[in-house]
């Protein structure tokens, strides 16, 4: 079909080691191959250039219901441009919260091919999927929302892993999901009531399960499955004064876990937006950064991975499934506040937030996401997300990556704030003079978080076999700009961004659009008749929907690809 060669670019590619070397990549019929194999088709010249494989995010909120709402309820949000140079595009729309095709285009543009959407309630799974349908460029992945689900709190209160990985693989099945994602596990079950679980050992009301009793059982369910990521854990007590000690407790459920898979993945817990969760003080007003206590645990445990959830100091709109933790913003700071709970399953909340420069627990918090990331000793384990639209749209990457590979940035921001003293104080950015390299950013964008999906045979990578997905930007790793505003401006508008061995987006502008992807993960663990009797009798008790349209249809779901785990020996 088609071939292309892409030549003397420098090459960071982490998963085969390549650290800035002078190399060419061939591409042929959408994979990569061995630059010799290409003998005719489109050259690119990326000599002086940097060359990463197309961009993998582990954790972002862009589909589905939640997603929905809050475009809804924030007008105010909206800016509508068509960008003249783009004639091939669709509206765009939305500077927090992206319509569908503002979030493709903006992605691909920053030279991203893939993004795992962070919260699917399993019921509201065919809105996930009509939203992906119409999301351009990127290939997508959804993780079912599972904490707070009364199936799973049933069997795990009884210790029963195998029936619940059995209830597990189906539903994965029934929702076309990738993975188990664990969101302020039993808080959001005893929110239906009005009521929080803040530590990982407050019971669940009526169901009698602790957080801790969730936790625990979903990393044995994930690993008896060997499914291709972990469990993905937003914890109790979130964004509160102390929460460090909250998370602490729920990585130490890990301790001693050992991983079976066959994707590659070392992990058996993954902390998503572990800034959220390292706050230390008693209150809003001795407020402090827990950073070094957290990465001194984290970097000693080799079965644990996180991502940051970095603040971008922007106005934005929270959204998760955390519904008290909504509730509770609302109360700080009186914006609009949507709710919706979804029957046996899980609940979310909306709230706009501004993370105002002038504030001093704002700025404290965008300095504890990047100490976060300096700490760090493996950055295969360390990723770059924005927890989008929480701490900041997924669109401001870019001026994290400028943070993080520039002291010089990072000091000039600081010293503007208006409480840049206290900031000071309550943290400890500013002793820090570590500055990422672009292999670290590599790791933390692509080659880390494929692998930890469980995805780095086909993504992450520029090895022959993989998807052909390739970055090209306009920086020179031998002669990197003095002006740190240059680093940002490289990573906002790719020089080139190649998807399926399509080139889909040049000098910044995207010019044209490809066929996608659902991944999604087909575990082969059958359901037994005890599994399939508590279904049955659940739908026709409690359910408001049919079994029978509870799944979604598979002409529903956009161009699958699913990743097949062989059910365990009996
Ligand atoms: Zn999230």
């Known amino acids: 079909m088609s071939e292309m060669i892409i030549k003397n670019g420098f090459v960071f590619d982490p998963l085969a080691g390549i650290k800035g070397e002078k190399k060419d990549i061939g591409i042929k019929d959408g994979k990569i191959v061995d630059a010799s194999e290409v003998k005719k088709g489109k050259e ?71 993004v795992n959407e962070a919260a699917m309630p399993p019921l509201h799974s065919p809105h996930v999927h009509e939203e992906i349908r119409d999301t351009p460029i990127l290939d997508i992945s959804a993780m079912p929302v ?76 994930n690993e008896f499955l060997g499914l291709p990521h972990s469990l993905h854990v937003h914890g109790n007590n979130l964004g509160n004064p102390g929460s460090a000690e909250t998370t ?77 933790f909504e509730y509770h913003l609302n109360h700080l700071n009186h914006l609009k506040w949507a709710n919706v709970d979804v029957e046996l399953e899980t609940a979310a909340g909306v709230v ?98 494929a692998k930890c999906l469980g995805i780095s045979n086909m993504y992450g990578g520029l090895t022959p076999g993989m998807n052909a997905n390739v970055a090209i930007y306009d920086l020179n790793p031998e002669d990197m700009p003095k002006d740190p505003e240059m680093i940002e401006s490289a990573f906002s508008r790719a020089a080139y961004m190649i998807k399926d061995g399509v080139v889909v987006v040049e000098n910044g502008d995207v010019i044209a659009t490809t066929p996608r992807k659902t991944i999604w993960t087909d575990a082969k663990y059958p359901l037994n008749e005890l599994v399939e009797r508590d279904i049955r009798e659940k739908f026709l008790k409690y359910y408001t929907v049919e079994l029978e349209n509870y799944m979604v249809f598979d002409d529903h779901v956009y161009n699958t690809v699913p990743l097949e785990v062989e059910s365990p020996a009996a």
């Open 44 to 114: 690119i010249d990326a000599s002086g250039k940097t060359v990463m494989a197309g961009g993998v995010d582990i954790h972002t909120h862009v589909v589905g219901p939640k997603v929905n709402v809050g475009r809804l309820m924030r007008p105010e949000d909206k800016l509508f441009r068509s960008r003249t140079k783009e004639r091939n595009t669709r509206m765009q729309m939305g500077f927090a919260v992206p319509s569908t095709y503002a979030t493709g285009y903006a992605y691909a543009r920053m030279g991203y091919a893939y």
């Open 248 to 324: 602490l407790d729920t990585l130490k459920l890990a301790e001693g876990i050992t991983t079976n898979n066959k994707f590659g993945r070392e992990q058996v817990l993954h902390n998503t937006h572990l800034q959220f969760h390292s706050y230390g003080g008693t209150g809003w007003g001795d407020f402090e950064s827990a950073s070094q206590k957290m990465m001194d645990y984290v970097n000693k445990q080799k079965n644990i991975s996180f991502d940051v959830g970095f603040v971008t100091l922007d106005e934005t709109t929270t959204m998760t499934a955390d519904g008290p």
């Open 352 to 449: 706009p937030f501004v993370y105002d420069k002038n504030s001093k627990v704002c700025d404290i918090q965008w300095a504890i996401g990047l100490e976060l990331a300096l700490l760090a000793k493996d950055h295969m384990k360390c990723h770059l997300t924005t927890d989008h639209p929480n701490a900041g749209p997924f669109t401001r990457y870019p001026r994290v990556i400028k943070w993080l590979m520039s002291k010089q940035a990072r000091d000039e921001l600081l010293h503007s704030f208006k409480y840049a003293d206290k900031v000071i104080d309550a943290t400890i950015i500013e002793s820090m003079d570590r500055e990422l390299d672009l292999y670290e950013i590599a790791q933390m964008t692509r080659a880390g978080t």
């Open 146 to 221: 599972m904490g707070n689900n009364w199936f799973q709190m049933e069997y795990l209160k009884q210790g029963e892993i195998e029936n619940n990985a059995a209830y597990t693989a189906w539903l994965l099945r029934a929702t076309k999901g990738i993975g188990i994602k664990c969101v302020n596990p039993g808080g959001t079950e005893a929110w239906g009531w009005g009521m929080n679980c803040l530590t990982i050992h407050d019971p669940v009301p009526y169901f009698d399960i602790t957080p801790a009793e969730i936790v625990k059982g979903q990393i044995q369910t």
